[in-house]
């Protein structure tokens, strides 16, 4: 990835936050605090093999390959750099 501006990473943030669920939203703002899947799970009491999927999809979304990508907002995939300049 390549370090963006924190002006861009925050709207990319938004642009993405917009298309959370309310789920998703509560289990990243988790994984950007450092909690691993388990305790995830029980946090909010829902399986693990549900946080995992949420994970997977977060990380889609992100376009992010790992659980730091996620926890850096300024850490953001070319491709993503590239689609949110254009729109």
Do not use: M
Not at 40 to 67: E, M, P, Q, W
């Amino acid at each position: 990835g390549h370090s963006v501006s924190p002006e861009t990473a925050g709207q990319i943030e938004r642009r993405h936050a917009a298309h959370l669920s309310p789920r998703q939203q509560e289990v990243l703002e988790h994984v950007r605090a450092g909690l691993v899947n388990k305790e995830i799970a029980d946090k909010l009491h829902i399986t693990l093999r549900t946080v995992k999927f949420h994970v997977s999809c977060l990380l889609y979304i992100y376009g992010a390959k790992n659980r730091w990508g996620l926890k850096n907002k300024n850490e953001l995939s070319f491709v993503q750099i590239i689609v949110y300049r254009g729109a």
